[in-house]
C-alpha cells in the first residue's frame, strides 16, 4: 500500500466514525417517528392529522438511508482494517465500491441470521434509491414497505456488532474546545 493523498481512505478510524455519526442521524429519526407515532396513538378515534401533525412519520426510507450508509461505513472499515492491500494509492478497490450490504458484510466476515440478512436487504435498497428518490429505479422495482420498531431493534443488533469489531485503538473520542 502506497502512501495515498487522501489519508482517511486507508485509516480504519475515519470510516469508524463517519459510521457512528451515520448512525446518531439515524436515531434521532427514529426518536422523531417514535414521537410522531405516540402522538397520533393518542388520537381519539375518528379524529384527522395531517403531514404538518406529524411530519417524522414516514420518514422510516430516510432513517434506513442513514443506517444503510452507518453500516456500509461500518463494513468497509472492517474490511480495510483487516484487508488494508484493498487500498491502492489511496483508492478502494472495486469490491469495496458497493452499496450492497449482504455483499459487504460476506467481506467483513459478519454472519448473519435470516432477519438481518433480510433487514440488510432492506437497508440496501433504500441506500440505493428508496431513501433518496420518490420513484423507483428500475421498471417493476418497489419500495420496501418494511418499516417498525423491529427493523430498529435488529438494525442496532448489527450496527453494535459491528463497531465492536474495531480493533480498540480506532475508538477515540473527537473531543472539541470553544474558541471565542
Not at 459510521?19 to 393518542?42: C, G, N, S, T, V
Not at 465500491?97 to 438481518?116: I, M, S, V, W
Amino acid at each position: 500500500m502506497s502512501a495515498p493523498d487522501n489519508p482517511p481512505n486507508y485509516d480504519p478510524r475515519f470510516w469508524l466514525k463517519q459510521a457512528k455519526e451515520l448512525d446518531e442521524a439515524a436515531m434521532l429519526l427514529w426518536r422523531a417517528i417514535q414521537a410522531d407515532f405516540l402522538k397520533a396513538k393518542q388520537l381519539e378515534i375518528g379524529s384527522e392529522l395531517t403531514s404538518r401533525d406529524v411530519p417524522f412519520m414516514n420518514l422510516g426510507g430516510v432513517f434506513w438511508l442513514n443506517a444503510g450508509f452507518a453500516l456500509e461505513n461500518g463494513f468497509k472499515g472492517l474490511i480495510i482494517q483487516n484487508h488494508p492491500e484493498l487500498i491502492d494509492n489511496g483508492i478502494l478497490n472495486q469490491k469495496l465500491r458497493t452499496h450492497n450490504l449482504l455483499k459487504l458484510a460476506e467481506l467483513a466476515g459478519e454472519e448473519l441470521d435470516g432477519l438481518e440478512g433480510f433487514y440488510l436487504w432492506i437497508a440496501s435498497k433504500c441506500v440505493e434509491w428508496s431513501g433518496r428518490y420518490p420513484v423507483a429505479l428500475r421498471p417493476g422495482e418497489t419500495v420496501p414497505l418494511v418499516f417498525s420498531e423491529a427493523d430498529v431493534v435488529k438494525y442496532k443488533a448489527v450496527f453494535d456488532r459491528i463497531i465492536s469489531r474495531f480493533d480498540r485503538k480506532y475508538s477515540t473520542v473527537t473531543r472539541f474546545k470553544r474558541v471565542v
